[in-house]
């Protein structure tokens, strides 16, 4: 008797032992599809591997995932072992009469032992497959309480039933996939959103740039003829054309704003440079042309300290001309009527120094770093007299460094002020021109 008791309570100790060494490996188990769960974020990928654990740990035919189609609310075929998912994709699972749309509503599981016995079992699926299901578990796949779909696990192997050992697996992994689906998608939405983003933001950028290169030009002829007008014309007529000049200033200056902006979003995604070989000195002379009868319109003169002889560079056209508009803006709209602004171009060795100095209110000395600074105002914003974003200095300030450049500013408040930039010299390429 004693000898039979103790064999009896050494098999319970190897049963429970052995007991704990498979829960113990399931355990660990559950730590490593967790941590895979937790590594991917591409959708199809994940949900393979959940259906591929699936049926290695509980023993089945198959495994399935359905997901809710946030169109129509039924469920959809997202990925199943067995078949292909495409295949299976087209197959839409009502979310009445069938056992995962049940488990869906509900969010309870349901085991059916055998199919044909139950009337909620949609054989839809198994009549385009080709496959034949005898039994299911199912459980929700639910984050927050929130159900995203429904795991089910098709035909334990040697037709066995589902056990209570296998709900409890099958809902934990569940639990951990309905979290990492539920990331992916996020991730996914997220990628799309910010793809679609990029595109609206580019052709944004495209627009303003094709609308100020288009209208700059045909803006400046506007402005060039309505200063002879007013040269011309007196009384009445005089006065409509002064009104003309002051719309088309205000205009230019609109689309100098619009310029800025875009290469301030621009520098956001870092602004790059289109080098390409240029006379600078016609560059210049080109902008001091478009600018001189504004000048002019406004009592003021230009004054050009330039050389006479081509320098060539290696720069971005476009984006110089934007600092040179900048620069002459904010001289034009800071000098009073009967002024003086100057544009001069030195050389000094191994780069070049371009000036534009005007003869107007000036700035104070505690503000010369800060002018360079986005949406800066040296005025107060209530009560400045004169319009303007804030922006050119910044803008001009970037591009000069993009281009290795390096750019400040002098002032005697009162007297005027000096904005310079330097740019450094491509003595290789004027060697070869």
Known sequence: MAQNSYLD???????SLARAEHEKSC???????SRLLNSTLDLQELLQFIIQTATEMLGIEAASIFLEDMRTGALYFAAATGSSTEELRDIEVPTEGSIAGTVFHTGEVMIVSDVKK?????????????????????VPLQVHDYAIGVLEAVNKAGQAEFTAE?????????AQAAVAIYNARLVANLREAN??????????????????????????????????????????????????????TRLRGVIESLTNLNYLESEQMQMRLNLEPVDLLALITEVADVWQPQMAG???TLRRTLHKHPLHMKVDAEKIVTVLNNLLNKAMKFTAEGGVIEISLHHQTGKVLICISDTGVGIPQSKLTCVFERFYQVEDHMTRRYQGMGLGLSVAKRIVELHGGYIWAESVEGKGSRFLFNLPRNLELERAL
């Open 118 to 138: 139950d009337p909620d079992y949609f054989n839809g699926v198994d009549q385009q497959t080709q496959f034949t299901t005898h039994s299911i578990l199912a």
């Open 195 to 248: 793809q679609r983003l990029a595109e609206l933001d580019k052709v944004k950028s495209d627009f303003i740039s094709i609308a100020s290169h288009e209208l700059r030009t045909p803006l400046s002829i506007v402005i060039g003829y309505a200063h002879l007008l007013q040269e011309e014309a007196d009384g009445e007529l005089g006065r409509r054309t002064e009104k003309l000049l002051c719309a088309a």
């Open 27 to 33: 355990l660990e188990r559950m730590v490593r599809i």
């Open 9 to 15: 309570t050494l098999g319970e100790c190897e049963s």
């Open 298 to 300: 406004k009592g003021q």
């Open 166 to 174: 296998d709900t409890g697996v099958l809902q934990t992994l569940a």
